[in-house]
């Protein structure tokens, strides 16, 4: 299946700063990529629908500026986490789609934020 | 909010077949099912999915109900690797059809 990487695996940054987090399709173009952040023990909430050349749609309740989306070209798009703070740590993951079709959607290995 | 209705967890016997039930019962026509699974501290991976035939790949098997309401996954020999949170999923499955996820099942696999 088509490959989606993310990096970093693992990110500690201190309150205040902020974080970049990258998201590539390594074999397939993706126009749309996904956001999501997931808590210890819950499910993946959906962040934030990247499009590539275009402003980021935020879901409800996501704040667009502090989550900063950026989808340049067609294989990366880049979540930055604006003044984190230690409720911000959590795994985020993103997902694109390839091909035509019925699209399955291929996630990236996701990235662990620790704001300290 | 999600579609779908699952099960909070199982367990199966390694080597046995794990079915895991999902109902959908507002499924619409141009909806498909999909499954996902995720193991622990990873993203997300894709299993399979259909709209209304049953679908069968290397890892798994996918049986739909004629009315569409209801599916099983099914794992045919599980092994302690296939220990995850499995999640059913109804969408549309364009590219720019995002996926909303809910609480899954959680599936112990017991040696």
């Known amino acids: 299946g088509a490959v989606v990487s993310q990096h970093p695996s693992r990110v500690i940054c201190k309150s205040g700063t902020s974080v970049k987090i990258e998201c590539r399709s390594l074999?397939?173009?993706?126009?749309?990529m996904f956001w999501y952040r997931q808590f210890p023990k819950q499910s993946l909430m959906l962040m934030a629908t990247s499009n590539e050349g275009s402003k980021a749609t935020y879901e409800q309740g996501v704040e667009k500026d502090k989550f900063l989306i950026n989808h340049a070209s067609l294989t990366l798009s880049t979540l930055t986490v604006t003044s984190a703070h230690p409720e911000d740590s959590s795994f985020y993951i993103c997902?694109?789609?390839?091909?035509?079709?019925?699209?399955?959607?291929?996630f990236g290995p996701g990235t662990r934020l620790t704001v300290t | 909010d999600a579609k779908t209705t699952q099960p909070p967890s199982m367990d199966c016997a390694e080597g046995r077949a794990a079915n895991l039930p999902c109902n959908h019962s507002?499924?619409?026509?141009?909806?498909?099912v999909y499954w996902y699974r995720q193991i622990h501290s990873q993203g997300p991976q894709y299993i399979i999915h259909?709209?209304?035939n049953n679908e069968t790949n290397e890892m798994a098997s996918l049986i739909i109900t004629e009315d569409r309401k209801s599916s099983t996954l099914i794992l045919p020999h599980a092994t302690l690797r296939d220990t995850a949170v499995y999640y059913c999923?109804?969408?549309?499955?364009?590219?720019?059809?995002?996926?909303?996820f809910g609480k899954g099942t959680r599936l112990h696999i017991l040696p």
């Open positions: 259909g709209l209304k």
């Open positions: 999923i109804v969408r549309v499955g364009n590219r720019d059809d995002k996926i909303i």
């Open positions: 997902s694109a789609s390839p091909g035509t079709g019925v699209y399955e959607q291929y």
């Open positions: 074999d397939f173009q993706a126009t749309t």
């Open positions: 507002t499924i619409s026509g141009n909806e498909y």
